[in-house]
């Protein structure tokens, strides 16, 4: 055997011994891919039915909120139409107010002033007196 021969021999033994090692590596790889796509199957099992349970739970929470969306927008109007009746009818009572309150306060002293009149008429006094009041206190 010479020189060529015997280098061209352990070459070809190194490049099996070199194929070897990467055909262990390589079924190694595929032992582990196999597990991983079992893994990734189980995985699956046990997530679709919690995926399903929260689409299903999104879609209830988006119902509840256009149901609470729904109810606050009616519920915006009758406070507008609230706050209108309100507002309303502070208008109308400040406006009998302000129409009947001299008329009522006149005639009350009318009344207060027939009565005491009567009173002195047929002659019984009641110690109440007439007061003058400045007229610079009555404004104030």
């Given amino acids: 055997m ?10 070809a033994v190194l490049c099996a011994i070199g194929f ?28 679709r039915p919690l995926i399903a349970e929260m689409q299903a739970s999104t879609q209830h929470a988006r119902d509840t909120m256009e149901t609470a969306r729904s109810d606050l927008e009616r519920f915006d109007r009758v406070l507008g139409s609230a706050e209108a009746i309100s507002d309303a009818v502070e208008g109308s009572g400040r406006v009998a107010r302000t129409a009947l309150s001299a008329p009522v306060i ?5 009344a207060t002033g027939t009565s005491r009149a009567v009173r002195r008429m047929r002659g019984r006094h009641t110690g109440a007196q007439v007061v003058h009041v400045p007229e610079a206190r009555r404004r104030a």
């Avoid at 010479?2 to 070459?11: H, I, K, Q, R, Y």
């Avoid at 090692?21 to 196999?34: F, G, H, N, S, Y």
């Fill in 2 to 11: 010479t020189a060529g021969d015997l280098a061209v021999t352990l070459a």
């Fill in 20 to 47: 070897a090692a990467l055909i262990v590596v390589l079924v190694r790889v595929l032992d582990t891919l196999r597990s991983l796509r079992a893994e990734v199957a189980s995985l699956r099992d046990e997530t």
């Fill in 106 to 110: 006149k005639l009350a002293g009318l």
